[in-house]
């Protein structure tokens, strides 16, 4: 499984080792060759999370190779040049097998552990749903037995939750 940027040991454009120097006034690897210039800066990767309201719950997910206890919300990587929002109802069209429609921006959150900025929306959807081949499993939660967990996805619920009142 992608987990986000693997670091380069290599210059993709002159071959030569990546060192790490000064760069900007931060440690960073680069090409030593002072005419090549290239830098690599370990940008955070975009991901999208949905909070996908189903009548009454919400639905979180299983992903295959999760632990049986490890669950969370629709999340995934953004395809080139698709917005986020276009990107999250595409996420659970493949992982849920639903039409969903866009209610909001929960907020924006930093997973560092992956190097991810994750965008978390609220979506509501109905009708009947099963899980994509990404996943294991879907688990309807009734919305007021809802808890977040540590995580970027964790406080998207817990954020969510307390906007309701």
């Not at 670091?7 to 440690?27: H, I, M, S």
């Not at 991810?116 to 959807?125: I, N």
Request: proline content about 10%.
């Amino acid at each position: 499984m992608y987990t986000g940027n693997p670091t380069p040991k290599f210059c993709p454009a002159c071959a030569r080792p990546l060192a790490q120097r000064q760069v900007d006034g931060l440690e960073r690897l680069a090409c030593p060759e002072a005419s090549c210039g290239f830098v690599f800066w370990d940008n955070p990767l975009p991901v999208v999370a949905g909070l996908v309201e189903h009548q009454d719950h919400v639905l979180l997910i299983q992903n295959q190779g999760w632990p049986a206890h490890w669950w969370g919300l629709v999340t995934g990587f953004l395809e080139r040049g698709e917005s986020p929002q276009q990107g999250m109802l595409r996420e659970v069209r493949e992982e849920l097998n639903l039409d969903a429609t866009l209610q909001g921006l929960i907020g924006v959150y930093a997973f560092p552990p992956r190097n991810q900025v994750v965008m978390a929306f609220h979506l509501t959807a109905s009708g009947p749903f099963s899980p994509g081949p990404e996943l294991a499993a879907v688990k309807p939660v009734p919305i007021a037995k809802l808890k977040p967990w540590d995580s970027a996805t964790g406080q998207a619920v817990a954020d969510w939750l307390a906007g309701r009142g």
